[in-house]
């Protein structure tokens, strides 16, 4: 079985600044992705930023990064200079072999004018 | 434009009747999947779909049923054998092809509310 874990309920962040979301995983696949979903007030998923797990390089997607350590089995998601438009709740996911997206339970980010 | 459609947004069930909700697809993707949304809960599997007329139980399949005639076509029955049906509802579709792994495509969902 995978699992997912976001330890952190709520986060938030001054405009401008960074903020870094936490995630941890548990497979026992060697082949997978990772992905950080955003979901704002319209309850639409949006995907963020995904990463190879077979890739040590760490994925970029504009002003959002990833710190994948693959061997701690951890997964965040590093947010620089925060735009209101960020707030919303981001979800860490896994996706294995079995293709059967897991998610975690999801972070609140607010981002203070 | 490609997309996922999930009808109806807001749905209202009374006690013991079965409802279905609507997940058509026009992105020629061939997996889809149904996951329940609920406060601090993250988002839980219900069923998902590899192939047309072929689909497995998620993590929390009870009191659910899907088909699947047609690969643009996913729907969801929840039935009075669910206990607790008031919850969001997304539904996804993922293309399967090798050579890589592109993340899910969500519909906009359903808001079931039991009344």
């Known amino acids: 079985a995978q699992t997912v874990t976001q330890s952190q309920p709520e986060m938030s962040v001054q405009e401008a600044e960074t903020v870094t979301l936490s995630c941890t995983y548990d497979?026992?696949?060697?082949?997978?992705?990772l992905f950080w979903y955003k979901q704002p007030p319209s309850r639409q998923m949006i995907l963020v930023i995904r990463q190879e797990a077979y890739k040590q390089q760490n994925a970029t997607e504009n002003r959002f990064s990833v710190n994948f350590q693959k061997a701690a089995k951890s997964f965040s998601l590093k947010i620089s200079d925060s735009q209101l438009g960020d707030a919303a709740m981001y979800f860490c996911a896994l996706d294995g072999a079995n293709s059967k997206l897991t998610f975690g339970k999801g972070i609140t980010l607010s981002v203070r004018p | 434009d490609g997309g996922i459609t999930q009808s109806p947004k807001y749905l209202f069930r009374k006690e013991g009747q079965n409802v279905t909700l609507s997940c058509e697809q026009n992105?020629?993707?061939?997996?889809m999947y149904w996951y329940r949304q609920d406060p601090g809960q993250g988002l839980r599997l219900i069923y998902y779909s590899q192939i047309v007329n072929d689909f497995q139980k998620g993590d929390i399949a009870e009191g659910y049923s899907v088909s699947r005639e047609k690969k643009e076509s996913f729907p969801l029955t929840v039935t009075s054998a669910q206990k607790n049906p008031t919850a969001f509802y997304l539904c996804?579709?993922?293309?399967?092809?090798?050579?890589?792994?592109?993340?899910?495509?969500f519909g906009s969902g359903t808001r079931l509310t039991v009344v």
């Open positions: 996804a579709s993922r293309r399967t092809l090798t050579g890589g792994n592109y993340g899910y495509t």
């Open positions: 497979t026992s696949e060697s082949d997978y992705y």
């Open positions: 992105l020629n993707h061939d997996a």
